[in-house]
């Protein structure tokens, strides 16, 4: 081997290993690139496995996904690829050219290739084009949008040719003007209307500050040329009542007012039904109120009270008509009066009452027992006769504790609204036992009978008078029942079921004369004297209702009459504490009246 040989191979494998070392460069850039690839298709795969896991079912989406990242992958890298695979094929086309041409030849190439790898039509500039000038456009439009939405636009208001200031709205100064012309007619004493020509132009004010309706309103009363003043605007609820120079006095008076309707309980609100404000402001001079005047206004009645006088003649109907109220309101208005009370000529009717001038409302949480009612049962009973009853339990009524927000309007009750309903005491059912057994000819009237009450033993439920009672309530010594006056002859019935014990045919021999003694099946005995005629026998059962005899006068009798008497375990009762109201003569109630009964 010649020396220029081995020189020429010498240049050939200096030039291989420069290339080798160019080319090793692109292959770890595009190795980097597949393992970035390689990484998000990892990271893609790693996050189906785990929706899959998660929703069962969704393992379908997985190829898709990948599909998806794969083609954004190679979005991405394909101008680096590119840019590779013309660096190889430039990098071969200078190599070749310095071959051929020498250095110069070489330059030459290189200036060709790097022209073309950065100005050609897939070059640097032009894919930097391709990417960044949507970039740059949607950066510019975001800006433009931030910096048009950072200015403030608003309405320039000129009001009859003078600028008065920036306003949001048009309606800033509707409400503007309303207000001006309220505080020049506060009181209604004038009608004088002020007009008012606005213009409106928009402007972009910055950062410039924008005018509310009430300033708004100062200044166009001091563009007015009339005497101004700076006070505190009085408003209850949306009327104004004219300008103070301050308030402290009247909110004093308005404390100690609603404190009379304070009760302090627990969850309680006092507050008048129209809020009253104060807003500062320029005012007219002559607006400006004595705070005085405007405390005793508050603090007075709007309406006095009114009344009718009764004339000679005036019937009920005459007052209703005259006055245009029911009778339940004049009612209400006057406790003492009723559609029976007398018209005296004269007298006054209460018709309306005096109304506050500052509406209090008050809303307190109360707590109270209510009751509800009982239901009713009702029983058919063989052992007592058709159309008679017989009450076995008497219904109670059932507690509930309540909570209520109730609300009133100066004393007066006008809301209640239930927050909780808790039975306290839960009612009792009423039990009433319905005759079945077939009636007869004989038998008692119907009668509805209380609790522990005994059917009226004396010719029906309206037979007979009482006229004498137990010695202990008023009666003659040792008498141990009640005397029922009646005609002879008339029918006696069985007070309850039981058993005949005694039916003696007594005469004028013993002071009982002829006698009945039933034995009742509640456990009382009861007892019928001096009858004429018996209609039953010892050991005979009998049903309340039963005739058992005729009433007469045998025996220790001074007039016909039916000594009636209960007891039980040998004490003689009272009577008519099981018998139901009857009648009485006035010597008998006079007697009970003496004894307490």
């Known amino acids: 081997m010649t020396f220029t040989e081995e020189k020429s191979e010498n240049k050939e494998n200096v030039q291989k290993k420069k290339f080798d070392i160019y080319s090793a460069l692109s292959d770890l850039g595009e190795y980097f690139t597949s393992v970035i690839i390689r990484l998000a298709k990892f990271i893609g795969l790693c996050f189906m496995y785990l929706v899959a896991t998660v929703y069962r079912g969704l393992e379908h989406l997985k190829k898709p996904f990948m599909n998806l990242i794969s083609e954004i992958a190679n979005v991405v890298t394909a101008p680096f690829k590119r840019y590779h695979k013309a660096r190889k094929l430039g990098t071969s086309e200078i190599a070749k050219a310095r071959q051929e041409k020498g250095a110069w030849g070489g330059f030459t190439a290189w200036l060709k290739v790097a022209g073309r790898t950065v100005f050609g039509k897939r070059g640097v500039l032009a894919t930097l084009v391709n990417w960044g000038l949507p970039v740059v456009c949607c950066v510019f439009l975001f800006n433009i949008v931030s910096y048009a939405n950072s200015q403030n636009y608003a309405l320039r208001l000129t009001v009859n040719g003078d600028f008065v200031g920036y306003i949001n709205n048009e309606q800033s100064f509707t409400d503007a003007e309303k207000i001006v012309q309220g505080r020049i007619n506060y009181t209604g004493s004038t009608t004088e209307i002020i007009s008012f020509e606005a213009l409106y132009e928009v402007e972009n004010i910055g950062n410039g500050p924008l005018l509310n309706q009430y300033q708004v309103a100062d200044k166009i009363l001091a563009l007015l040329g009339k005497e101004v003043k700076e006070g505190y605007g009085l408003y209850l609820g949306d009327s104004y009542y004219g300008t103070l120079d301050s308030h402290d006095a009247l909110d004093r008076a308005m404390k100690d007012l609603l404190a009379k309707y304070t009760s302090g309980e627990e969850n309680e609100t006092v507050k008048f039904d129209k809020q ?41 109907d005459d007052v209703l008509e005259a006055t245009g109220l029911t009778s339940d309101k004049l009612s209400e208005l006057n406790p003492d009066f009723d559609m029976d009370t007398d018209f005296i000529a004269g007298n ?30 009702y029983e058919d009973d063989a052992t007592i006769y058709a159309g008679n009853t017989r009450k076995r339990v008497d219904g109670e009524l059932g507690e509930r504790a309540v909570v209520a927000n109730v609300s009133y309007i100066n004393g007066n009750e006008v809301n209640r609204r239930v927050l909780s309903r808790t039975v306290t005491k839960e009612p009792v059912t009423e039990v009433i036992a319905v005759g079945t057994k077939p009636r007869n000819n004989t038998t008692a009237p119907g009668a509805e009978l209380e609790v522990g009450q005994m059917l009226w033993p004396v010719g029906g ?35 309850e079921n039981g058993v005949v014990v005694s039916s003696v045919w007594g005469g004028n021999g013993d002071d009982r004369g002829n006698y ?38 045998t025996g220790r009798a001074y007039g016909p009459h039916c000594h009636f008497g209960v007891s039980a375990g040998g004490t003689y009762l009272n009577p008519t504490d099981f018998l139901p109201y009857h009648k009485m003569t006035a010597s008998y109630a006079a007697k009970v009246a003496a004894h307490g009964g």
């Open 276 to 316: 009253i404000s104060y807003i500062h402001g320029t005012y007219l001079a002559d607006s400006f109120v004595k705070e005085t005047d405007i405390i005793k206004q508050f603090t007075s009645n709007k309406k006095n009270a009114t009344y009718y006088t009764i004339e000679d003649g005036d019937y009920i």
């Open 348 to 377: 006054r009717l209460l018709t309306s009452t005096e109304e506050p001038f500052m509406t209090v409302m008050v809303t307190r949480e109360e707590h109270y027992t209510e009751t509800f009612d009982f239901e009713t049962r």
């Open 461 to 495: 439920y309206d037979g007979g008078t009482l006229e004498e009672p137990v010695w202990w309530m008023g009666g003659y010594s040792g008498h141990r029942g009640v005397d029922i006056t009646t005609a002879i002859g008339t029918p006696i019935y069985a007070a």
């Open 516 to 553: 009945v003694v039933i034995q009742g099946d509640s456990g009382y005995t009861t007892y019928y004297y001096h009858n004429s005629e018996l209609l039953v026998s010892a050991g005979q059962r009998v049903t309340a209702g039963d005739m058992i005899a005729y009433s007469g006068m």
